[in-house]
């Protein structure tokens, strides 16, 4: 399996994964068709550590938490207007682009995929360049979450 993303797509999050440099930054993208919509969600990480330093001893710089409403809309957006979710996606300034426990944890629901279908991409951005990129997507046979190839579709 090889998940791919229009070059477009591709550079839309280069672009937010920079801008967010030295945090994470994350969101989704839809189908449409051919195209492909990029609809970044604020990381409200910086705001959940503020207010329970204890349950969220992590801020934005390594870790990430999509704001519900934002994500609730991108959802609805997906169901009502028959746009598929193709990825999740998220940055690790500072770090690889590996799909973290934590990352798989959130991508399941009762030990199934939370999205069955959809691919996960990180990110990696390293002096405010991106320097790598990376894509996972479920296995079922091995029920979990692996690193398949990413590549540049049309744009």
Same mark, same amino acid.
């Given at each position: 399996?090889?998940?791919?993303?229009?070059?477009?797509?591709? #550079?839309?999050?280069?672009?937010?994964?920079?801008? #967010?440099?030295? $945090?994470?930054?994350?969101?989704?993208?839809?189908?449409?068709?051919?195209? !492909?919509?990029? @609809?970044?969600?604020?990381?409200?990480?910086? @705001?959940?550590?503020? !207010?329970?330093?204890?349950?969220?001893? @992590?801020? #934005? @710089?390594?870790?990430?938490?999509? !704001?519900?409403?934002?994500?609730?809309?991108?959802?609805? $957006? /997906?169901?009502?207007?028959?746009?598929?979710?193709?990825?999740?996606?998220? /940055?690790?300034? *500072?770090?690889?682009?590996y799909f973290s426990d934590e990352d798989k944890e959130r991508a399941l629901a009762w030990d199934e995929p939370a999205y069955p279908g959809a691919a996960y991409?990180?990110?990696?951005?390293?002096?405010?360049?991106?320097?790598?990129?990376?894509?996972?997507?479920?296995? $079922? *046979?091995?029920?979990?979450?692996? *690193?398949?190839?990413?590549?540049?579709?049309?744009?």
């Open positions: 399996m090889t998940i791919e993303l229009s070059a477009a797509t591709l #550079a839309a999050i280069d672009r937010e994964s920079t801008a #967010a440099y030295p $945090e994470e930054c994350c969101g989704v993208v839809l189908a449409d068709g051919e195209a !492909e919509l990029v @609809r970044p969600v604020p990381n409200i990480q910086n @705001r959940l550590h503020a !207010e329970d330093p204890t349950k969220h001893p @992590r801020d #934005a @710089r390594i870790a990430y938490f999509m !704001e519900p409403k934002v994500l609730f809309t991108v959802l609805d $957006e /997906s169901e009502k207007q028959k746009r598929p979710i193709r990825a999740f996606y998220h /940055s690790h300034p *500072e770090h690889g682009a991409v990180v990110v990696a951005v390293y002096g405010g360049k991106v320097t790598d990129r990376r894509a996972y997507a479920w296995n $079922e *046979e091995k029920r979990d979450f692996l *690193e398949v190839p990413l590549a540049p579709g049309k744009s």
